[in-house]
Each structure stands twice: as structure tokens, then as C-alpha cells.
């Protein structure tokens, strides 16, 4: 079975920019968590959607936003980028239903803003 | 945000020694998952334990969650040079506003020595 798939894999913007990443969940995972990696705050939990709806939100602002779609795929936007946007950024999948199951993470997308 | 107290912060050790780290927390989790991360990949999961007191071995690996719920341990026994990495603790809290997220450690940096 594939695992989480994420794309692009690298990506350099501007500040000001706004950027879209995709995250594939493994087949049959309805449930995309989304997480900010920096060294300086490690990772934190952005969003989380199931069957196309937010469940639940971190405390990020609102220039951070994501969807999801019928068929599981997320994607994440990041509005007028800034430069301590920089990170990695990671989406993890899990089955969903209870919102407890174990979460399975991409390889992430790097983003550099400058 | 909040974060897991996770210790020691790094290690550095002579191939074949055994490693102990782990995590605590003020809160309680109902789930405990212990996570590796290579450079420029995403975490990969280990081990995930969801009832307190469980002990759960992978190979080399042994992880327990806590009887008060709110601490787990990784042991990696006979240390190998791929071993080395980051290895990060994460937990799940219950409840509603807590669907889909994880609280994430610091990690510890795990290097061995051949």
C-alpha cells in the first residue's frame, strides 16, 4: 500500500507570495492532519479534516487555511507568506472515524519564504 | 504551543549500548506514539500504545504508556549506526477539540559511534 505522498516536495516563494501544498492520504484514510515543522517550535498541529470538513484547528492565523476533497486528497494555502513561514510543513493520514487513530506522515514539503 | 517534555534532548553513544529516552507530560493522553525522523523526510512511525501500562516491542524497540498516563518511554537495545536520528514522542489528549492532533516532544538526536 503507497504511503502519504506530498507535493511539491521543495518550494521557494517571496514574501507577500501565497502557496498551495497537496498532501495524497494512504488508500482508504479519510482523515489529513496537517503539522509545522521549525526548529525554533518543532511540530504543530495546523488542521485536521475528515470527509471534507474541518474538525479541528491549531492556533495558527487565518492566512493559513486548507480543503479537502471526495477523494481524501488535502491541500493547504498559506496567504501572504512571511518569512518566519519558512518550514517544513507535514500532513499525516489516518483512518479517521474516531479521530483518535494513529496518524502516518509524508515526507513533507520545504518551504523557504524570502 | 503546547508541547510534550521530552528528555534527554540528545545522546551521543558507542555502538551495541542501549538507549533510553522519554516523555512526560502534565496532562493526561489516551494515546502515546513514538516517531523517527531522517533529515528532510517526515517522521516515520515505531511503536503506538494506547492503554495505560502497555508494553509494546518492535525488534529492538520497547515503549510503555505510563500507568498515571502521562508519561511513555522508548528503549532501543544494541545500538546500530542507522539508529541515528530523531526520535520524536507524540500524544493524543481525548475529547472533541483534540480530533486529529498531536502534541509532539522536542525529540531527542540520537548519534552512535561504530
Known amino acids: 500500500k503507497a504511503g502519504v505522498t506530498q507535493t511539491p516536495r521543495y518550494l521557494i516563494k517571496t514574501r507577500g507570495q501565497q502557496v498551495t501544498l497537496s498532501c495524497s492520504p494512504i488508500?482508504?484514510?479519510?482523515?489529513v492532519s496537517w503539522y509545522q515543522q521549525t526548529p525554533g517550535q518543532g511540530l504543530q498541529f495546523l488542521f485536521e479534516?475528515?470527509?471534507?470538513?474541518?474538525?479541528n484547528k491549531g492556533n495558527f492565523p487565518g492566512r493559513f487555511s486548507g480543503r479537502q476533497f471526495s477523494n481524501s486528497r488535502s491541500e493547504m494555502n498559506v496567504s501572504t507568506l512571511e518569512l518566519g513561514d519558512s518550514a517544513l510543513y507535514l500532513c499525516?493520514?489516518?483512518?479517521?472515524?474516531?479521530?483518535?487513530?494513529?496518524?502516518?506522515f509524508g515526507p513533507g514539503t520545504r518551504l523557504l519564504v524570502l | 504551543g503546547q508541547q510534550l517534555n521530552q528528555s534527554p534532548q540528545s545522546m551521543f553513544i558507542q555502538e551495541g549500548e542501549d538507549v533510553s529516552m522519554n516523555c512526560t507530560s502534565s496532562?493526561?493522553?489516551?494515546?502515546w506514539l513514538w516517531y523517527k525522523q531522517d533529515p528532510g523526510e517526515g517522521p516515520v512511525l515505531l511503536i503506538a500504545?494506547?492503554?495505560?501500562?502497555e508494553l509494546t516491542s518492535n525488534g529492538r524497540l520497547t515503549a510503555q504508556f505510563g500507568i498515571t498516563r502521562k508519561d511513555s518511554f522508548l528503549n532501543i537495545s544494541a545500538s546500530i549506526p542507522s539508529d541515528v536520528g530523531i526520535y520524536f514522542c507524540?500524544?493524543?489528549?481525548?475529547?472533541?477539540?483534540?480530533?486529529?492532533?498531536?502534541?509532539f516532544g522536542q525529540g531527542t538526536t540520537l548519534q552512535v559511534k561504530p
Open positions: 499525516a493520514s489516518s483512518l479517521g472515524a474516531s479521530g483518535g487513530e494513529t496518524q502516518y
Open positions: 488508500s482508504g484514510h479519510r482523515s
Open positions: 479534516y475528515f470527509s471534507e470538513t474541518q474538525r
Open positions: 496532562s493526561i493522553f489516551n494515546t
Open positions: 500504545l494506547y492503554k495505560a501500562g
Open positions: 507524540a500524544g493524543q489528549l481525548g475529547g472533541s477539540s483534540n480530533t486529529g492532533k498531536l502534541i
